[in-house]
């Protein structure tokens, strides 16, 4: 607890990113061609859709550790299967709330629509996120104590 | 009051959504009073779209419409032009500071000082 | 144990300029079931591609990864290598170190270290994958087409032209549909009938096209490449084998007050009648609901009238199977009915017209033999006004929010026919917006005007009502900011077009997707315009959206060619990432085919042993691998966590969120 001041300066957060195959993975690519830097620490994880990602990934990584999970999908209209993100949205509207009560702060959980088009987008999207989280400091609530003690 | 303020007074007293008029005119196509009035259904309308609304303040128009409701009934975009001319004769009767009326207050004034068409509007509003 | 082969790629200097690309793979080397791991310039070249099959036999790998671009780019080329190598293709990951990595951050240490995580949740995921294959199903050379207008006829020749098999199910006695009734066509002005009726011939004609008129398709199931369609064939009480189409039933027929549709009501016709003269097939139907021999039992003269013996009133619908590999919709519109509009007067007065019952009044084969008479007295009508945008672009509940499209330039036609065959007609167009994009199109409209002398009125219509026998046509001229009142003799309602009611049904028995509309949506409103999202239905003609004719043949064309590529192919390889359920811990709930796009899901009974002999029947979800496109939207819905992804299961992605927070 001594260390807050220097741990809060060298706080980099850990971001896991979902990204559906389909739009968002594509604007991180291109983004990426593009060359529209955002911070390292934001990793990504390749989904069929958005509506693959179950509530269970985002608390396991809340668990294991992470400061901040985004989850990227096509525009509402645009999912390649015709309806996912819809599913997605009502999913996450339920669980960011569910997690706010529970003391995760809303900020470190967030739905982003990001079109393949769009790494410009992706980029910023990215980099206000991890601001945002890094504001926020590190996440503890969720985090399992194992997953820390391993270190 | 500012202008802007004003506008946005009339956007929010009239309760329509002026941007979706698409200008087809079936409102004063429909109008009855139409002939008697300096400033037409339609232009209502556009005049409040683009924030013209020192002419619409000062126009006759809102004295001649009968708060038929037809070019209401009639609007394909759902717009109510005759929402707009109510609020905008809404607006005059308060800039002319008879704002809030008791009801026991009404019998004696009623035929000199508040036009028929607000009671009429007000019927037809409350109404519904 | 799984033994995993890592291969980082510099991708020349594209990674290698920002990622230790060295330091990436000494590190993965010691990673716990990475037996090997090499960096290599290209790996996507032929060399590359050469170490990385070398690798797999030689260290014996049952899962490799390669560090490189996008998967994107290159994961079929990775996955095709491991295949040649004898390994299974769906054992490959790759982690994106390039477009995710080394082109977006710039410190050196900041990228390794990144590239080492993104690889190893690459190898955590590697090693939860399993050997998938992908299934195959085979494809049925036939066709269906639904709808017999000229979308349908355009398909289905144009897939029968490629050699196969087309059936066209139209619910109609006649294919031909909404053209057939037209007058002339726009922008060129031909006869409809003239273009029409040859394809319609030819479509009777050809060897590979069987036309099922008067039929409704019923029940549909199966899937792409392999459906089975059971269609009803309705009772026409004529025998149509032997009916020559003689017409002497027309003539002989007593009830003949039935009002005729292909004339838009606007004439009357027998019980017993051949829809128009050029209908294809040429055979009589009887409308049950008018023929006193089927109401009372009574009369039978056609019968006794009928040279070859054709007419059978004791005939009963009927019910065929078939078999197709793809299907067609092209179920076209109809005009909207017009009871929210009383302002116009449509339903008070005889001369209040639709524009399609103008275009029977003018047309020759028409109740008028092709003289414009107005409806009421039968007289020539010397003022016409015409309305546009009669339910049109109306979000106010009372008609359709969209542009109806045609309607623009049918008036324009119809007002520049008026004018040419009767100069002494005025003819007045009320418009909101003139929309004539197309090739010929504007310059169309601007004849009207310009060459015509038809007056375009800026201005919508508040009311139509009668005066003295005058039709009062009040609007307003927004251009002149004036209400003005035109006495018209006739009044023509450019009415709104909406997609034929019976698409609903027909929606629901395919599986595909319909907007608020009743528009069936496409698969992507841009690149897969006549694709419905339901693998195997193909789009024609309004069905997807207003449209006009050429753009209906074209899309017919399109939706043929689609067809076709479907056709060709004997096999149909299924992607093999798709949802997979655990039969014991299916409830059998029914969530997961509520939630699926495609209708992949359907629940079977099956038999459960429970153990000491003794065994329970208990409904479960089964997925069929052929449709399901493997969107994962059941996996997370699924309350029992029955449900899984195979190549994206729940375990695989649990443990890339590890391997990613542990760091």
Known sequence: ?151 | MTKEERIENLNRLSGTDVRKCMKCGKCSGRCPAFKDMDIKPHQFVSMLCQGKIDELLECKAIWNCLSCMACVERCPRGVAPAAVVEAVRDTVVRMQGKNGIKAEEIPPIVDELIPQQLLVSAYRKYNK | MQRIGVFICWCGSNIAATVDVVKVAETIKNEPGVVFAANYQYMCSENGQQLIKQAIKEHNLTGIVVGACSPRMHEATFRKAAEEAGMNPYMVEIANIREHCSWIHKDMEETTEKAVVLVRTAIAKVKLNAPLMAGESPVIKRALVIGGGIAGIQAALDIADAGFEVDIVEKNATIGGRMAQLDKTFPTLDCSACILTPKMVDCAQHEKIDILSYSEVEEVKGFVGNFNVKIRRKARYVDESKCTGCKICMEKCPAKKGANEFNMGLDNRPAIHIPFAQAIPNVAVIDPEQCIKLKTGKCGICQKFCGVGAIDYEQKDTFVERQYGAIVVATGFKPIALDNFNEYGYADNKDVITSLELERLMNAAGPTGGVLLRPSDKQHPKVITFIQCVGSRDSSGCGKPYCSKICCMYTAKHAMLIREKYPDTEVHVFYIDVRTPGKNYDEFHRRAVEQYGVDYIKGMVGKVYNENGKLMVQGSNLIDNEQITIESDLVVLATAIEPEPSVRKIATLLTASIDTNNFLTESHAKLRPVESPTAGVYLAGVCQGPKDIPETVSQASACAAKVIGLLVKDKLKTNPCVAQPDENMCNGCGQCANVCPYGAITYVDKEFRLGGGKTEIRRVATVNPAVCQGCGACTVTCPSGAMDLKGFSSKQIMSEVEAICKM
Not at chain 1, 54 to 81: E, R, S, T, W
Not at chain 1, 107 to 133: C, H, I, P, Y
Request: hydrophobic residues 35%.
């Open chain 1, 1 to 151: 607890m001594q260390d807050v001041k220097t741990e809060k300066k060298e706080f980099t957060p850990n971001i896991v990113a979902f990204c559906c195959n389909w739009c968002s993975y594509a604007g991180a690519d291109l983004a990426g061609s593009s060359r529209l830097s955002y911070p390292a620490n934001v990793k990504i994880i390749r989904v069929p859709c958005s509506c693959r990602v179950n509530p269970m990934f985002v608390l396991k990584a809340f668990q294991q550790g992470a400061d901040g999970v985004i989850l990227c999908g096509c525009h509402p209209g645009d999912c390649h299967y015709v309806t996912g993100n819809y599913y997605t949205r009502r999913r996450m509207a339920l669980l960011y709330s569910f997690l706010n009560y529970m003391g995760i702060e809303k900020a470190r959980t967030r739905l982003e629509w990001v079109s393949a088009a769009e790494g410009q987008r992706f980029s910023a999207v990215m980099n206000d996120f991890v601001k945002t989280v890094t504001e926020l400091g590190e996440n503890k609530r969720l985090t399992d104590l194992r997953v820390k003690e391993g270190e």
